[in-house]
């Protein structure tokens, strides 16, 4: 077995553990598990530390479970949250549950005939039939109200927040006994989680003990942020998703593209499975010529294919390649609409009906009156920028003014028009 400790501490994904974990992850097969909140159908980058997290575990010989919060996303965590979440029904969470299990199938060997085959577990299924008097009475006077009180995600919303609700005080003990029923009905030994999650981890523990007299295990990885002190995950149009309807997958690659040479050198560790000899060498190879940006360029692969496929991976690559002029028409039509759209996302558009494109004489009137003088005021600018070689339609130098404009339609309706070096127009058929 790989020494799962080892792996976390040189990547710099260990914050805190309990003590004697690792001896504990000596004696054969573990099971820890690690909980996802399922309040949106889809995980985001945010999540990824915790899925990256087990995918290392279930490599090293040990078993992972995925917990989803069914039960617990009715009520929403406190944690270093600074108000209550809206709560969900649940067709919603049953959607939500079904969602994420599709994504962390990408990462986690699901397979049946695994000794340490990942399962994903629903809290909902063990404290739906459990009534409010039977928790308090069986589960409740393990654990005192000064306790629950000390931790710092309690402490922080009462300081801080706009107070705590019983309901969200309550999560805590949930969580706890979530770490419970796993260890005495799943034989999982270990609770993962993110560092602001550590008071609601040793919860479980302090359960364990004091109900079972057992012994089980914490450990949290740090909250990632970004070098400038902003959160990571998050952009100007929010958060970066995992469900390419959410975000694209072009979205999602030049997300990483453009993540800075220092949050590089630290993500490159976090989110990728190369190994640490790969990761030095292109750190080395990086440092001789930092503005090629090889390490984003190779995170940005390394999780582009994971979340999404290889094919979408060279999509968008080629994609970022059109806006740097190192593209043909045929890069252009190979693209799918919605990847289309996004490159060229607040480009100015104009449309025209199909009858007007079929009957325009010529180029210089497509790109002016044709399209409400959006492109070129007037027919005079059109054609002397056409003849002085600064016009391009889908990617092909236009050099005749008088050229019948019957190009083939990107993804069967646009027609892309370049200005220039940099000046992007859409021409969108109807």
Not at 134 to 158: C, H, Q
Not at 229 to 234: D, Q
Not at 278 to 298: D, G, N, V
Request: hydrophobic share 40%; charged share 25%.
């Amino acid at each position: 077995m790989n020494n799962f400790i080892e792996e976390l501490r040189w990547r710099g994904m260990l914050q805190d553990m309990t003590p004697e974990i690792e001896e504990h992850l000596t004696k054969g097969m573990a099971a820890a598990y690690l909980g996802f909140d399922p309040t949106a159908d889809s995980l985001h980058i945010g999540h990824l530390v915790g899925v990256m997290t087990l995918l290392h575990f279930q490599r090293a010989g040990h078993k992972p479970f995925a917990l989803v919060g069914g039960a617990t996303g009715m009520i929403g965590d406190p944690s270093f949250k600074s108000a209550e979440r809206n709560l969900l029904d649940k067709a919603t969470l049953d959607h939500n549950v079904a969602c994420i299990k599709a994504q962390l199938s990408k990462f986690l060997n699901f397979q049946e005939g695994s000794a340490n085959k990942a399962e994903l577990v629903n809290n909902y299924d063990w404290m739906a039939g459990f009534s409010f008097l039977e928790f308090i009475r069986d589960v409740g006077k393990y654990i005192t109200v000064n306790y629950m009180m000390a931790k710092d995600s309690v402490k922080r919303r009462l300081e801080e927040g706009s107070g705590l609700s019983f309901t969200e005080f309550s999560y805590q003990l949930i969580q706890g006994y979530d770490f419970y029923y796993l260890w005495k009905n799943r034989n999982v030994s270990i609770q993962l989680g993110g560092s602001d999650q550590w008071g609601n981890i040793v919860t479980g523990t302090e359960l364990i003990r004091k109900m079972e007299g057992g012994s089980a295990f914490a450990l949290t990885v740090p909250l990632i942020t970004k070098a400038d002190g902003s959160k990571f995950g998050k952009t100007e149009s929010g958060s970066v998703w995992l469900d390419p309807e959410k975000t694209s997958p072009y979205a999602f690659y030049q997300f990483w593209l453009n993540v800075s040479d220092e949050d590089a050198a630290k993500y490159i560790r976090i989110f990728t499975t190369l190994d640490r000899n790969t990761i030095e060498s292109l750190e080395a190879e990086h440092a001789q010529a930092p503005h090629l940006r090889l390490l984003q360029k190779e995170i940005a692969k390394q999780v582009t294919i994971m979340v999404h496929s290889e094919a979408e991976y060279e999509m968008a690559v080629k994609a970022s390649e059109i806006l740097f002029g190192k593209s043909s028409t045929a890069d252009l039509a190979a693209l799918d609409e919605r990847t289309f759209l996004q490159v060229f996302e607040g480009v100015p558009q104009a449309q025209i009906s199909k009858h007007d494109l079929e009957t325009t004489a010529n180029v210089v009137d497509l790109l002016s009156e044709r399209t409400g003088n959006e492109i070129f005021p007037s027919k005079g600018e059109a054609r002397k920028m056409i003849q002085g070689g600064g016009v391009s339609i889908n990617k092909e130098k236009i050099s005749d003014p008088q050229q019948v404009p019957n190009f083939p339609l990107l993804q069967g309706k646009y027609l892309l028009v370049q200005k220039g070096k940099k000046n992007y127009f859409i021409i969108s058929i109807k």
